[in-house]
C-alpha cells in the first residue's frame, strides 16, 4: 500500500453532532490505493466532548472540526458537537437554542493569527522593505526602552527578544522586556513580538494590519471567511450558524464573533498576535501554501527561499524559557514552531511545522508525508479553565500517524 494511498484520494465529509457519521464519500480507488477511514478521527474528537482521564470534571471543548489534507488534496472534514451550547454565566442552553458545529464554522483563531502575521512581514522582507536583521527601532522610532536596542525584526518572530508575553495595549513599543532578559540568547514565547512584527508590517505597507491581510494573503488565496472583526463583513444569517462561541464565563460576557484576546479586543481586534477569525478549511489552506514553498492555486505569495528560512530551525542550542512547560523545545522557525510532540503527538519531527491558539486551534503540518491538519476547537466555551487542549491534540495526530 502506498502512502499516497491511505490519504491522498479519499474525501469523507462527516457531521457528529452527537457523534454519529451522518455522511461519508470517497472517490474510486485505483488497485494499491485505500481510503482514509474517517471513523477513528471522528471518534477522538467525539470522545472529548465528554469529560476524559485527561479532563476528568470538564468536556475539552463544546465542539471541534478537523480537516486534513494530504497531496494537497481533502482527505477529510469532521465536524463534532457544538458552536454554541451555553450563555452567560455559564449556562447550558436548551436544547433547541444550540448551534451545531459545521465543518464551514468560523472560529476566533488566537495565536494562529501570528503565522499570518510573519508571511506579511516576510512579504516586505523580500520587497526589500524590511531586513531580518536590522535593529526593530531602524524602522519604529518609538520601539524604546532598556536594551530593546539590540532586539532585531528576526528576533520578533523566533520569540527570541526577550520581551514579555503580554504587551502594554496603551504603548505596545513601549513594552519594556523582562527583566534579566538578552536579546538573542534565549526563546521565551512573546505575543508582544508578534504585535511589533504587525506593526513594521503596516508601517512598511501603509495599510492598517487588517487591510494588508487582505491585500497580502485572503485576497490573492480567495479565502473569503478569513479576517479579523467578522461581524462587520460577515452576513448575519452566518454570524447566527457559524459562528463558534468562546467564553460565557468572560467580563464581556459571551464572546461570538468578538476576540477573546483581552489585549486584542482593547485594541479594537486587529493586533498581531490574535484576532484573525477563520474556517478549519481556510486555515489548512495556508499550510498547503507553505508545504507547497509559496504558491497554492497558481498564486505565489512567498518565494520558496524565504518560505524554506522560515521553516528552519532559528533557534538550536538555544535554552526555552517557560516555567510553565519546561518540557517544550525552543525549536521555532520565523512565525512558526517545530518539533512540539506535545500537541503535534507521533506526527512530531524536527521538520513537522504548525502552531497552536489559546482558543483551542491548532495548525500541523507534516511535510515527509504531504499532510496537513487543521485542528479548531471551541474549548474556551464556557470557560477556558475547563480543560487542557494538548491531549487532545496529540491524540489526534497519533490517530493520523497510525494512518500515514
Known amino acids: 500500500m502506498t502512502r499516497r494511498g491511505v490519504l ?3 474525501t469523507a465529509s462527516v457531521l457528529a453532532g452527537c457523534g454519529t457519521p451522518t455522511s461519508a464519500r470517497s472517490r474510486t480507488l485505483v488497485a494499491d490505493e485505500s481510503p482514509f477511514d474517517p471513523a477513528p478521527l471522528t471518534a477522538v474528537l ?5 469529560p476524559t482521564k485527561a479532563n476528568p470534571r470538564h468536556p475539552t471543548y463544546a465542539g471541534a472540526v478537523a480537516v486534513v489534507l494530504q497531496d494537497g488534496k481533502v482527505a477529510a472534514k469532521v465536524a463534532v458537537g457544538h458552536a454554541l451550547r451555553y450563555t452567560a454565566g455559564p449556562k447550558e442552553l436548551p436544547a433547541a437554542q444550540r448551534v451545531g458545529m459545521r465543518t464551514d464554522s468560523i472560529f476566533d483563531l488566537a495565536s494562529l493569527t501570528k503565522v499570518y502575521t510573519a508571511i506579511l512581514l516576510l512579504q516586505q522582507v523580500e520587497k526589500g522593505r524590511i531586513d531580518l536583521d536590522a535593529p526593530v527601532v531602524r524602522y519604529l522610532p518609538g520601539f524604546t526602552g532598556k536594551g530593546k536596542s539590540g532586539i532585531t525584526v528576526r528576533m520578533l518572530l523566533t520569540h527570541t527578544s526577550g520581551l514579555p508575553v503580554g504587551a502594554n495595549p496603551k504603548n505596545v513599543l513601549g513594552t519594556p522586556m523582562v527583566a534579566g532578559a538578552v536579546p538573542g540568547k534565549a526563546f521565551r514565547y ?3 513580538g508578534l504585535m ?4 513594521l508590517v503596516e508601517k512598511a505597507t501603509g495599510k492598517t494590519l487588517d487591510a494588508a491581510l487582505k491585500a497580502g494573503i485572503t485576497g490573492p488565496l480567495g479565502l473569503a471567511t478569513t ?3 467578522p461581524l462587520k463583513w460577515l452576513s448575519k444569517a452566518d454570524q447566527a450558524k ?3 462561541a468562546t467564553d460565557a464565563r468572560s467580563s464581556r460576557g459571551l464572546l461570538r464573533g468578538v476576540v477573546h484576546d483581552d489585549v486584542a479586543a482593547k485594541l479594537g481586534g486587529v493586533i498581531g498576535s490574535a484576532g484573525i477569525f477563520g474556517t478549519a478549511h481556510e486555515v489548512a489552506v495556508i499550510g498547503q501554501l ?5 504558491v497554492h492555486n497558481g498564486k505565489r505569495l512567498l518565494a520558496a527561499a524565504t518560505v524554506a528560512e522560515m521553516l528552519r530551525n532559528q533557534n538550536k542550542g538555544l535554552p526555552a524559557i517557560d516555567p510553565d512547560r519546561p518540557e517544550r523545545p525552543s525549536d521555532h522557525g520565523l512565525g512558526v514552531t517545530l518539533r512540539q510532540p506535545w500537541f503535534m503527538g507521533k506526527l512530531s519531527s524536527p521538520a513537522t511545522f504548525g502552531h497552536t491558539g489559546f482558543t483551542g486551534t491548532s495548525l500541523l503540518v507534516h511535510p515527509g508525508h504531504q499532510l496537513v491538519l487543521a485542528l479548531l476547537t471551541n474549548r474556551a466555551h464556557p470557560n477556558w479553565s475547563w480543560a487542557d487542549p494538548d491531549p487532545l491534540r496529540a491524540e489526534v495526530a497519533n490517530v493520523l500517524a497510525a494512518q500515514v
Open 227 to 229: 479576517g479579523f472583526t
Open 290 to 294: 507553505l508545504l507547497n514553498g509559496g
Open 196 to 199: 511589533v512584527a504587525a506593526e
Open 8 to 10: 491522498g484520494l479519499a
Open 190 to 192: 512573546s505575543s508582544t
Open 46 to 50: 467525539t470522545e472529548y466532548l465528554r
Open 242 to 244: 457559524r459562528l463558534a
